[in-house]
């Protein structure tokens, strides 16, 4: 998991931060002072705070050992709390590190308010669904100091750890109190039944699923699934679909070589089935108060969200430019392209070219990122990508190459994207 990289929140220190509540874990915990951090002078931003610059060296010292610190710190975590244990998968190799990597990338986020505050309080939010209560942040915490003094043996020392003890208490405030404020409008989870089961080659399925209570959301973000057959695994899947009135959400999924979540859903899975669903996460959100051309790059299965934008576009009734880039490695994996095409022929405003990578095409060949900078000029659009972490990666890179500014360029962090596609 990361933080993302085009935070939604446009900034502010929320109320949580800014008024540095007491700790409620207890008297070790004793949060950062933004307050202090937030009023540096402009220009200064990039100077790290002291709290950060010790932290990032601590971080630096364990990075080469980063198996290890975490095998150690879920040692002392269900060691300190053996009921903790019950919160996890089975099997805990599929994620035993999720949550130490998501500790470790608010460390590196602890100066950046904004983006910390935004990352977190998803996480926050995400953890309602595994039963995590404010009462299991303080192990958490303890294994997490345990685990770095362990191994951080050059930089830690007491200045170290009252650092980190202030970060971790910032951390697990912002996500305690995110969770309270959802827990007053939102369950933490959704069953939702399998209504549609659709394969669409040997290893992609759309699947379409009915939430057993409203589910709000917007094109463009994702929702982590758990199927009853790999219990507490759960794997972010983009919508494929703009909100629609009858409620029902659309999922694409290919089955990726020892996946045990996209092999289950798309091989094993039928009409009746009910999975669990997390709430809606992301940022890669249209932003409708502008009509601004959307350049939208989807490869292979990351052409959902971009679907569910193009719908969006046409919910929202405005003409704006949107030309779509969809990527595939071979002509016959462009599983999705009758749908695009039957979109393109009803909106003026949409465009839609398909670019294969690793074949033969009547069409446009190439990479995405390659054949998107021969088209344009690009600079006045908002671009959004989607797909795997290689092709996000070098489609930034192309974009920001040709003008378009970073603030412009959305798509989801390429952690959570990495761990989605490495993991089973
Ligand atoms: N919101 C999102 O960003 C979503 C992301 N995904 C991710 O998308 C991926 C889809 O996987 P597949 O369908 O197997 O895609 P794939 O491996 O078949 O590739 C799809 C397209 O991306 C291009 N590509 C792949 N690696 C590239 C690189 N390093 N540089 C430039 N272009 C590259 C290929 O040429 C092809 O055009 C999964 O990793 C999945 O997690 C899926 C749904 C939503």
Known sequence: MDAPSTPANGGGIPASCATAPPSSLGSRWQPLAYQERAHRPEGSAAQPSADAALVRRTLAEIEPVADKVTSYFYALLFLRDPDLRALFPAAMDVQRDRLFKALLTAARHADDVPVLTTYLSELGRGHRKYGTVAAHYPAVGEALLGALARYATQTWDATAEAAWARLYTTVSQIMIDAAAADERTSPPWWQAEIVAHEPRNHDIAVITVRPDAPYPYRAGQHASVETPWWPRVWRHYSFACAPRSDGLLTFHVRAVPAGW??????????????????????S??????????????????????????????AQHGRSRPVEVFYGARHDDDLYDLDTLLRLQKVHRWLSVRPVVSDGPTLGLSGRLPQVVRKYGPWTAYEAFLSGPPGMVRSGVDALLGIGIPPHRIRHDSLDELLASAGAP
């Open 284 to 313: 890669m959100v249209a932003d409708h108060s502008t009509d601004d051309g959307m350049l939208c790059l989807g490869g292979g299965t990351g052409i959902a969200p971009i679907k569910a934008l193009v719908e969006d576009v």
């Open 261 to 282: 979540v996209s092999g289950a859903l798309v091989h094993r899975a039928r009409p009746g089935d009910v999975v669990r669903l997390g709430p809606p996460a992301g």
